[in-house]
């Protein structure tokens, strides 16, 4: 039995490792660990790093296999500024794995908000009115009109990293789908 850390307590982030190792003897931890990026990074490299840096915190606690990273950010396009998520497992043996997901444009009012030097999550808390929109739908529900969450969107980046770790023999499954 293997043990996965997040790093992260961001329910959206946690419940997407959960939901896709659920049926595996996988041991799901989370821990609020830093990214040693910007608060809202500003490119993949930027995103991908915070990523990386999260995973590799997991691996400093006691009984811990793998660990996972899950980070947000925006990237510059020719065509404006686009949301973009990525994720990185890397295991106490050194290895590491990296995977990227959905790319939507950003509106314009955002993306100026954002070259501002507002915080994505701050500037969709101020348009859906919620709170907690962090924790559920995310930029990506507002800009998708709820057809993709949070959730879902870091679950299909965490498939990808599972997949990759398997294809080389890391966290094979134990029990029979």
Same mark, same amino acid.
């Given at each position: *039995?293997?043990?996965?850390?997040?790093?992260?307590?961001?329910?959206? #982030?946690?419940? $997407?490792?959960? !939901?896709?190792?659920?049926? /595996? #003897?996988?041991?799901?931890?989370? !821990? $609020?660990?830093?990214? /040693?990026? $910007?608060?809202?990074?500003?490119? /993949?490299? !930027?995103?991908?790093? %915070?990523a990386i840096n999260r995973a590799n915190h997991c691996l400093s606690f006691d009984g811990v296999d793998y660990g996972v990273g899950l980070e947000g950010g925006v990237v510059r396009s020719?065509? %404006?500024?686009?949301?973009?998520?990525?994720? $990185?497992?890397?295991s106490q043996t050194g290895d590491q794995w990296v995977a990227g997901g959905a790319r939507v444009p950003l509106p314009q009012e955002v993306a100026h908000e954002?070259? %501002? %030097?507002?915080?994505?999550? /701050?500037? *969709? !808390?101020?348009?859906? #009115?919620n709170p907690d929109v962090r924790m559920t739908d995310g930029a990506i529900g507002y800009l998708t009109d709820g057809e993709i969450s949070r959730k879902a969107m870091f679950q299909h980046v965490v498939h990808l990293l599972i997949g990759q770790a398997r294809r080389d023999g890391h966290l094979l499954r134990t029990v029979t789908h």
């Open positions: *039995m293997w043990t996965i850390m997040i790093g992260s307590k961001n329910r959206a #982030k946690v419940h $997407a490792l959960q !939901e896709v190792v659920i049926r /595996d #003897k996988i041991i799901v931890r989370s !821990e $609020a660990v830093p990214s /040693d990026v $910007a608060s809202q990074p500003f490119s /993949d490299q !930027e995103t991908i790093q %915070g020719e065509y %404006g500024l686009f949301l973009c998520n990525w994720g $990185a497992l890397v954002l070259e %501002g %030097g507002k915080e994505l999550g /701050d500037i *969709m !808390e101020s348009l859906t #009115k």
